[in-house]
Structure formats: structure tokens, C-alpha cells
């Protein structure tokens, strides 16, 4: 059901480290600087960008801004190789960060090499809607690179963007205002209208951590396509992103159709995006998705745990499969919270869509996760080819509404043991609403604790597993409750059932008497 997948982060501590590598420095002033200097100290820097160009850098060398000041230049370079411990570094000296102006084009763009860091920097463009049609930092077909300490904004394109290469870091990055999303990773290859293609999964090792992607709107140069996401990896053989949050994306997508979402992978194998919080994430107005989480288009054996995602315009966690992709098969979805999600569409907190002309979607566990819905449904399945889809363990609690548990073509997937309630019909002494597609449903009010009316769900997603909300109460009917299922499998907080006792429904174990 469930294959562990790890990587391997060592290169991103190597990377990191590489900013103290020994070899020559180079220092760059606009304030005091001269391009007629050898910019090999602080008191004898260069003063544009430009003059980088004309530099031989050699494993260990070190670009360095200056703290503090503006560079309305861009950085612009070719094949950087450096070595493991002698990574070419870009950065910024003095306290602070030193701010790239890069005006309608990208700031810092590496094209070709190996064992590059870019780190600690402010980069900034005119503006989405101002004619920019770059990203802050660009890196195509650079191996061992990592891109740490970031702010990106204003942006045509990504805050940052990867196309190609392999063994990617990117972490503690703030990409906002940005147009076509904030962090976007893709296999690269023959563009196709303007977008990267991911045919192949053929970019390998990527690590995203510790980043915030908010109001990254859309990009008006994107008018067949989606933009205006926040966190997306497409093309990608085995990738993590975790302790990333993704808010506010996506309202300003210039066309109809289909559309971004907070976090998404495509394309790809061996993913796992887990301890991430995906909220108030949106769509233009006649745009699909806009959805938190999302395993789209010929994703297989990725694993989507422990996260949250609240208030989206789109459904909290979708599942699907878009005429053209390669196989979609072997993904699992647990633990993982959903509150009031798929406002506009999908209307659930797990929404499953197939292309009518794609290849059926495989198998997918979806359990222990919690659903708290008053837009549509618990789960909703549109018309398409499920072959092997099954819920267990879920609790599905609907809190406003005449609504029912499970919408669409559900028929063909397999839902056991799972709890459903409405508080609509409780408050109403209504008979609850049908959940017969459940031989094994449990029909009771779950008791959870859930945050008052108005309340935004504002937190550090760095201590997201200590949250107080979505907990059951004790004496709650799920606890206990669940089926056994291999693993054992950790709960929203990292804890395991007692050895002998049988699993909570939901994404919480009940707490134990003390």
C-alpha cells in the first residue's frame, strides 16, 4: 500500500556549507565599486553585475553583493561548476541582504554546471502586470544546486524557477507577487506554448523546504494554461516538500478552465509533500481547481501526509488525471486534515477527477484523514475510470447544508469503515443522510474540537502537528475505531497506536487516560 521514500539530503548541507569554501571572492559595489577593480576584497569591488560575466569562476569562488544595496542589473551565468566542499556561491556580504532590481527580466539565471549556491538575497521585478517576464532566480540544467535565504517578488513568472537538472535544494524562500507561480519545478524539455513540458520524469532529487508561496496571483502572458500557483513540481523522480505554506495564489488567472493550486505535483514519481498548510488559495472567476493539495496528471507512488488545507476555493485534496499523462497509480493520501475546503469547485474536501480520454486512474489509499466540509460533499468524484480507489478510516463531517457524504461516480471505488455525520441534520432532528455505499460506515457525531466561527487558522506551520483543532473529545465514537491496516502508520502528531489497539478514525489518536 504504503512504500517509504526517502532521500538523501547531505548534498543540501554540502551545498549550503559552500559559501565558506575557500577560493577567490569576489565583491560587488554599486555604491563604491568600479568594473576597473579586481574585486578581490571589500575595499576594491566591482560595481556591476555585469562584470561577473567576464570572470572565470573556479570550484570554491564566491560571488558576493553588498548588503543593503541595489543592483538594477541582472546576473547572468554559464556552466558554474564547482565541487563537492568547493561550491561556487552567490550571496550577499556585510548585514543584510543586498536587493537585485532586474526590471522587466530575471534576476539571477545559471544556465549549465553543478555544485552552485545562491543564498541570502533580496530579487525583485517590475511587476507581473508591468511587463516583467522573468523569475527572481532561474536555473536550467544545474546539478547539485541549492537556493536558500530568498525573497522573490513581482515576478511574470516564478519567484523561483528549476527546469531540468537534478539534486535541487530550495529552502527558507519567500516568493510572493509573483504571476505564474511562486516555487516551480519542471523536467524542462521542447517548450510547449510557453510552459515547460514534463514528458518525462527526468529532474531527480529535489528538496523544497521551509517556504512560504503567497499571492502569486497569475501571469497575463499564461492565456492556455493554468498560472498562479504556489509550490508545483512537474517531471520529478523523488521529491519532498515539507514545512511549506501556500496562501492566496491563483485569483487573477487572465482565462477559464483549468486552473493552479496551493501545492501540486504532476507528472512525477515518488513524491511526498507532507507538514504543509495549503489555505485561501483561489481561481479566476470561471477557472477550475484553486484547490490546497494536489497529485494531478501521471503521478505514481507519492505520498500526501499530515497536512492541513482550509479555506480553498477548490477541493482540499484532489486526485487527478488529465487526458494525455502517463499512468496515475499507487498514491496515498493520510492523515491529513481538510476544513471547509472547495468553495467554488469541487465542493469537498477530497475531489477525484479523470479526463474522459485518459488513461483510468490506479489505485489510491485515502485514510485516517479528517474532512470537515460545508460546501458539497465529504468526497467527490466526477464522471471518469477509477479502478482502484479505497477509503478507509476517514471521518467525513458535514456542518452546514443539506448535504451528502459522497458525490459523483463513487460507485466504482471502495469505502469501508469510514465515520459520517451531518450537524445540519442533527441540529434538525433529521434522519442522516445515506452512507449505504459504506457496509461498515459508522454514523455518529465524531465530537470534534473545532475553531470557532470566523476563526482563520492563522499559525507557524513549523509546529503544525501541535495544533489544537480537529481533535476528537474524549469519549468520541472514533476512537478505537478504525481498521488495521499495515504499517503501523503515525498520526497527524507522529504518534502510533498501542501495540494490540486498533487505529482512531481520523487523522488524531485519541489521547490515552494518564
Same mark, same amino acid.
Given at each position: ?107 539571477? $539565471? ?164 507532507? /507538514? ?143 465515520? /459520517? ?43 503544525? $502537528? ?35 489497539? $486498533? ?12
Amino acid at each position: 500500500m504504503y512504500m517509504r521514500i526517502s532521500i538523501s539530503f547531505l548534498f543540501v548541507l554540502l551545498l549550503l556549507a559552500g559559501c565558506s569554501s575557500s577560493g577567490h571572492r569576489y565583491y560587488f559595489s554599486p555604491a563604491t565599486g568600479d568594473d576597473r577593480n579586481d574585486g578581490l576584497s571589500e575595499q576594491n569591488p566591482f560595481r556591476t553585475l555585469s562584470r561577473a560575466r567576464t570572470l572565470y569562476l573556479k570550484p570554491g569562488d564566491a560571488i558576493l553583493l553588498a548588503a543593503g544595496e541595489v543592483f538594477n542589473d541582472s546576473l547572468i551565468l554559464e556552466n558554474l561548476n564547482g565541487r563537492p566542499g568547493k561550491e561556487i556561491a552567490i550571496s550577499s556580504y556585510g548585514g543584510g541582504r543586498a536587493i537585485i532590481m532586474a526590471d522587466k527580466g530575471t534576476a539571477i $539565471k545559471i544556465k549549465g554546471g553543478s555544485h552552485v549556491v545562491v543564498k541570502n538575497i533580496r530579487v525583485e521585478g517590475a511587476g507581473r502586470l508591468k511587463g516583467n517576464a522573468g523569475s527572481g532566480v532561474d536555473l536550467h540544467e544545474v546539478h547539485y544546486a541549492a537556493v536558500d535565504s530568498l525573497e522573490a517578488e513581482g515576478f511574470g513568472w516564478c519567484g523561483v524557477r528549476v527546469t531540468g537538472g537534478s539534486h535541487i535544494s530550495i529552502t527558507h524562500v519567500y516568493a510572493h507577487d509573483n504571476g505564474f507561480a511562486g516555487i516551480n519545478v519542471e523536467s524542462g524539455g521542447r517548450d510547449c506554448a510557453g510552459l515547460p513540458c514534463s514528458g518525462t520524469k527526468s529532474v531527480y532529487d529535489v528538496y523544497i523546504g521551509y517556504c512560504t508561496a503567497e499571492n502569486n496571483p497569475g501571469s497575463p502572458m499564461v492565456l492556455n494554461n493554468h498560472s498562479g500557483n504556489g509550490i508545483l513540481l512537474g517531471g520529478v523522480t523523488r521529491g519532498v516538500i515539507e514545512y511549506c505554506e501556500a496562501m492566496n495564489n491563483g485569483w487573477d488567472m487572465p482565462r477559464e478552465g483549468n486552473g493552479p493550486v496551493g501545492i501540486w505535483t504532476y507528472m512525477s514519481d515518488s513524491i511526498v509533500i507532507q /507538514y504543509c498548510y495549503s489555505h485561501h488559495n483561489k481561481t479566476s472567476p470561471t477557472g477550475a481547481d484553486g484547490g490546497g493539495f494536489d497529485l494531478d496528471g501521471g503521478v505514481t507512488n507519492s505520498v500526501v501526509r499530515w497536512n492541513l488545507s482550509a479555506f480553498n476555493e477548490g477541493g482540499g485534496y484532489g486526485l487527478f488525471q488529465y487526458a494525455g499523462a502517463t499512468e496515475w497509480n499507487n498514491n496515498t493520501i493520510y492523515c491529513n486534515i481538510s476544513y471547509l475546503d472547495g468553495k467554488k469547485n469541487g465542493k469537498a474536501g477530497v475531489f477525484v477527477w479523470c479526463d474522459p480520454y485518459a488513461i483510468p486512474m490506479g489505485t489510491a489509499y485515502v485514510f485516517n484523514n479528517t474532512v470537515i466540509n460545508d460546501a458539497g460533499y465529504g468526497c467527490n468524484f466526477q464522471p471518469g475510470s477509477y479502478r482502484g480507489m479505497l477509503f478507509y478510516n476517514n471521518i467525513f463531517l458535514m456542518i452546514s447544508g443539506e448535504k451528502r457524504m459522497a458525490g459523483g461516480d463513487s460507485l466504482t471505488s471502495t469505502f469501508r469503515h469510514n465515520l /459520517y455525520w451531518s450537524q445540519w441534520h442533527q441540529s434538525r432532528n433529521l434522519r442522516q443522510p445515506d452512507a449505504s455505499f459504506d457496509r461498515e460506515a459508522l454514523i455518529a457525531d465524531p465530537l470534534l474540537n473545532l475553531p470557532s466561527q470566523g476563526d482563520s487558522l492563522k499559525m507557524d506551520v513549523r509546529f503544525l $502537528k501541535d495544533i489544537a483543532w480537529f481533535r476528537p473529545a474524549p469519549g468520541s465514537p472514533v476512537c478505537n475505531a478504525g481498521v488495521n491496516l499495515p504499517g503501523p502508520f503515525p498520526d497527524f502528531t507522529g504518534s502510533v497506536p498501542a501495540i494490540g489497539t $486498533k487505529p482512531s478514525l481520523g487523522a488524531f489518536l485519541c489521547k490515552t487516560k494518564e
